[in-house]
């Protein structure tokens, strides 16, 4: 049984790799991967394959965080919601889902379209809101993120809206750590801290995280790598 888990564990690593992923990282969840898959009794009615995609599920949750982060919203309660990322890790889709999942429980929601910087990001956001019949703030015209964001926040309070979803625009990578991350200023009482997960896929959530001194300005604020989560 060794060498199909270690040629499975070798497609892995080079996968990731491919992907960017942080090489540290890639040695962490690969030797996991084949210690567990080598050590491990088979449970019963599960094939050795089924095992290891197993194992690699598990420890790919271990990575990004076992405990569900906790997202409290309630009806009549004004929360919001920023989705903060890097280029192209699903923060539009994100929102919306996010969006729907909360509808779907009762909850009045509103969705704000703060990219300005993505050409046709707000028709993106529309499009896919307006399959699941989700209402959708945006500006056109206006170059500013933060007053989309506050324009929008203003909007949904009068509409008694119980969650606004912020979207914003994509930062290339390099520029998540190289200290020029600038997100909307949107107000920070009665938001979700869920957590954070950098360039090279590590989950930062300590004050000695790689957004060090900034990370308070992330606060409120979800932060996912579709890439490496
Ligand atoms: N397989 C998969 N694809 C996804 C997921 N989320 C988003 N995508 C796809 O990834 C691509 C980028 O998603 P977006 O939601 O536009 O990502 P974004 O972070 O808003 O991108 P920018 O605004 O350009 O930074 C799209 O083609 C999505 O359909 C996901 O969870 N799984
Ligand atoms: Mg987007």
Redesign the pocket.
Known sequence: DEKPIKELVKDLQRTLLQADVNVELVLQLSRAVEDRSLKEKLPPGITRREHVVKVLYEEMTKFVGQDPAKVEVQPGVFRKLMLV??????????SVKLARFFQKRGLRVGVVGA?TY?PG?LE?LKQLAATVEIPVYGEPGTKKPEDIAKHGLEHYRKEKTDLVII?T??RHRDDWTAGDYSSPRVPRSNTCRVGAIDKDGRVRQGRRSAFGRRRNRFEGQIHRN?RTS
């Not at 990322?85 to 994100?94: F, Y």
């Open positions: 990322g890097i280029q192209g890790t699903g923060k539009t889709t994100s990219d993505r990001a993106q979207d625009a994509g579709r």
